[in-house]
């Protein structure tokens, strides 16, 4: 197996409207780089319901839009 190494053309880490929650349909506030570079997008909800899961991954988080409720 070849893993080619597909470094994100532009590393946008940044949220903006558009930008959804891979789980539901809202809004996104959390990025979550997983190791094999995967890019997840969270809302609040999802994000806290995972975060266990994706810190034991090994995944980046980052909160562009540190938004507390
Ligand atoms: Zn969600």
Do not use: Q, W, Y
């Amino acid at each position: 197996m070849t893993t080619t190494a597909t470094s994100a053309t532009s590393a946008t880490t940044t949220l903006t409207a558009a930008n959804r929650c891979d789980r539901c349909s809202a809004a996104a506030k959390v990025i979550a780089v997983l190791p094999s570079g995967s890019e997840l997008h969270f809302c609040r909800h999802h994000f806290t319901e995972h975060e266990a899961g994706l810190v034991k991954l090994g995944a980046t988080i980052s909160e562009p839009t540190a938004e507390l409720v």
